[in-house]
């Protein structure tokens, strides 16, 4: 059974920064891209970030490219995004997929940013 654990969200002032993490069980971690969603009350969730299965490519959204840097680290298999210069337009509930045989999810970890 797959579980994905997110942690590291917080409150935090615009132009701040946060790394978010996500711990990945159940599943061989290096065998499946990874992506970050967010979704805001009232919003889609949209994909904010994504990398392949080693590591080697990645896709950023317009709104958050030159800010966020997603990473992983297969040997502990946990996923990473790096969050810098903050705005208040990214408070959201962040959450990370693993695009295996189907979708997983993990539970999500609010972000909020104050201006």
């Known amino acids: 059974q797959v579980q994905l654990v997110e942690s590291g969200g917080g409150l935090v002032q615009a132009g701040g920064s946060l790394r978010l993490s996500c711990e990945a069980s159940?599943?061989?971690?290096?065998?499946?891209?990874m992506g970050w969603f967010r979704q805001a009350p009232g919003e889609e969730r949209d994909l904010v970030a994504a990398?392949?299965?080693?590591?080697?490519?990645?896709y950023y959204a317009d709104s958050v490219q030159g800010r966020f840097t997603i990473s992983r680290d297969n040997a502990k298999g946990t996923l990473y995004l790096q969050m810098n210069d903050l705005k208040p337009e990214d408070s959201a509930v962040y959450y990370c997929?693993?695009?295996?045989?189907?979708?997983?999810w993990g539970q999500g970890t609010q972000v909020t940013v104050s201006s």
């Open positions: 159940g599943r061989t971690f290096s065998n499946y891209a």
């Open positions: 990398i392949s299965w080693s590591g080697s490519s990645t």
């Open positions: 997929v693993m695009w295996g045989d189907r979708d997983y």
